[in-house]
């Protein structure tokens, strides 16, 4: 990996010298775009819309626009802004873990100690963990003041970019407002679905199926071009269905069978759940 920034990590008196590296990649097939006719492939230019010439990129600066009037800002105004110029990773606040919304996290990014003894990145590393608090920073990246939280994973420090409070859409759905009434029987079965699937998750047990898909399509029509039969490559479609449940408890049941047949476990009437029978059973001892 490149480490894509250097700074340091500050908090109170205490000064962590780190290298920030990326810690995604994207794995999607690369695509462009072709002209359908003749599979020309299309690129897009820079142009100006004054003397109608191709822009070099390093002839590009930045510009804001009210409506009346425009503002040029060229590369040494924006490299003049105070927090551009910083290079610290700034703790403002340590909160408990919890209180993070997982809605807010964004851009994740592996921090590495750039120093000769990493005994302050391991120092506050253990720390974060005994004390179960998240450290809030705030950077400047990329010309752009980040907000973000600082959090542990294994032996690394993990900055993990936040969207900011106003970013942030609120959810008012007016479907929601009415008062809906949930019956208790609904609720045993509900549960009981959640727990027949229930698992410790482990994300190498899933895959991303339309890109593996996309790259078995491209194998093939490279090896049997225009002439490809897909239905031959993929199988026949199945038919989705509507989606629409017309009756709830039914629905929870089948699926309840479904789940517990295809974990080989006894279906019995598949109405009763753990909790029912959890219930039976105590009535009886009574």
């Known amino acids: 990996m490149r480490a894509i920034w250097k700074g340091a990590l500050t908090f109170g008196l205490v000064n962590v010298p780190v290298k920030v590296y990326s810690a995604i990649e994207d794995h ?39 409506g009346e009037r425009t503002v040029v800002l060229t590369k040494d105004d924006i490299a003049s802004l105070p927090a551009e110029r910083t290079r610290e990773i700034d703790v403002v606040e340590f909160v408990p873990s919890e209180q993070i919304d997982l809605l807010t996290l964004d851009k994740p990014y592996y921090l590495e100690p750039d120093s000769a003894s990493p005994k302050a990145y391991v120092l506050l590393r253990q720390t974060l963990e005994r004390t179960d608090r998240t450290a809030i920073v705030r950077f400047t990246l990329r010309q752009k003041t980040r907000l973000a939280a600082l959090r542990v994973r294994g032996d690394v420090l993990v900055l993990q970019t936040l969207l900011w409070a106003d970013e942030v859409r609120e959810a008012a759905f007016p479907s929601l407002d009415e008062p809906v009434k949930i019956s208790e029987k609904e609720l045993e079965l509900s549960a009981s679905l959640v727990d027949s699937f229930s698992a410790d998750f482990d994300p190498h047990r899933f895959t991303d199926e339309y890109q593996q898909e996309l790259r078995t399509l491209i194998d093939a ?39 517990r047949a295809a974990r080989g476990e006894d279906v019995g009437d598949g109405a009763e759940d753990k909790p029912a029978k959890a219930k039976k059973k105590a009535s009886k001892a009574s």
């Open 28 to 66: 999607d097939v690369p695509l462009h775009q072709v002209h359908a006719a003749d599979g020309g492939r299309i690129r897009y230019q820079r142009i100006c819309e004054i003397d109608g010439e191709v822009v070099p990129y390093a002839d590009i600066d930045k510009a804001y626009d009210d």
């Open 221 to 259: 029509k490279l090896d049997q071009g225009d002439a490809l039969d897909t239905s031959e490559t993929f199988g026949e479609r199945e038919e989705a269905g509507s989606g629409e449940v017309i009756d709830l408890m039914a629905a929870l049941r089948a699926s309840v069978e479904r789940s």
